[in-house]
């Protein structure tokens, strides 16, 4: 009998907010989103203790990973620096060759290279765990922007690695040895060849992010197209100087890193000129069924 009454009280409840005023609804539609909005508070209000032990199994699953990969690649570390010395070793004079001016270079540098490659395949595994860390904080609409985001992020880093490895650094060996004086004889120590070209990767695969970078920034709206379309001269000296300065101390790698700058910079701006003329034409429809609600 008691069900009965509780189901009849409910339903009474009902039908009482069925007949109520629209104002009532209102009011009661405010109380339940300052509700949300109170646990949403409440969530944001976690310790930092426990947002810091969530980091810490990402930053652990991202040790893991990098560590199997180097265990697999590590008995082919020697393979590995070959392969990264080739485009030098072709470029070196009949009678030189690389050398090492350290006792614990012929075994660190190839060890280092092993981990930069295991942390290069392993990209998108550690993008998908900072994924995981970041995602419950976002709304639905971030999210949709930001699983794109991720997947074009890491194609244009291995892009830029690979151009900078076939393209960009078979150049400026070339210009670099060409330039020697006639009485030096180029023998590279294989520990500071690692480090140019590591750098060189590196300074590549962040400057193919520029379209990322444009877009995001765009999106969010810290800037507008039109504001990039007004600096754009200032944006391209922008690219020669920080080339200038990331780059090597020649034009050769000056140029292929500025010019690639400038044209990621205007495939950026070129998306989101697509994509903002999409946005408003989507809000557009909205209004207008809600309106018709």
């Known amino acids: 009998m008691q069900l009965f009454k509780r189901k009849k009280s409910r339903q009474e409840k009902l039908a009482v907010s069925d007949s109520a005023d629209p104002t009532i609804k209102a009011t009661t539609n405010a109380t339940q989103n300052e ?18 032990i969530e980091l810490r199994r990402h930053l652990i699953k991202i040790c893991v990973a990098v560590l199997v ?6 008995g082919y570390s020697r393979e590995l620096y070959n392969l990264l010395s080739d485009p030098l070793v072709a470029q070196l004079p009949a009678n030189s060759t690389m050398i ?7 075994f660190m540098a190839p060890i280092r290279l092993t981990v930069f490659v295991a942390a290069f395949f392993a990209m998108p595994y550690i993008l998908y765990q900072i994924w995981s860390f970041v995602a ?19 194609f244009l880093f291995y892009s830029g690695v690979a151009f900078a490895y076939f393209i960009v650094l078979k150049g400026v060996l070339k210009f670099f040895i060409m330039f020697a004086p006639q009485n030096v ?24 992010e520029i379209p990322v970078v444009t877009l995001l920034l765009i999106l969010t709206g810290i800037v507008s197209i039109k504001s990039l379309e007004d600096k754009r001269r200032y944006i391209i000296v922008g690219c020669f100087a920080v080339a200038a300065v990331v780059t090597p101390p020649d034009g050769v ?7 690639p700058m400038w044209l990621l910079f ?10 903002i ?17």
Not at 136 to 154: D, F, R, T
Not at 266 to 275: C, D, N, S, V, Y
Not at 277 to 293: F, Y
């Open 100 to 106: 090492a001016t350290d006792i614990t270079s012929n």
């Open 266 to 275: 205007e495939l950026g701006l070129f998306l989101a000129k697509i994509l």
């Open 136 to 154: 419950p904080g976002l709304y639905k609409k971030e999210k949709k922007i930001a699983i794109p985001v991720l997947l074009s992020s890491i």
């Open 277 to 293: 003329k999409e946005e408003p034409r989507a809000a557009l429809a909205t209004k207008t069924a809600s309106h018709k609600e």
């Open 69 to 74: 990969i180097f265990l697999a690649l590590v």
């Open 253 to 259: 790698s000056m140029l292929m890193l500025a010019i």
């Open 185 to 208: 004889l180029p023998m590279t120590d294989i520990d500071s060849y690692l480090s140019f070209a590591l750098k060189l990767f590196m300074v590549f695969g962040l400057t193919f």
């Open 35 to 52: 509700a949300s909005a109170d646990v949403l508070s409440s969530l944001a209000d976690m310790p930092i203790t426990e947002h810091l």
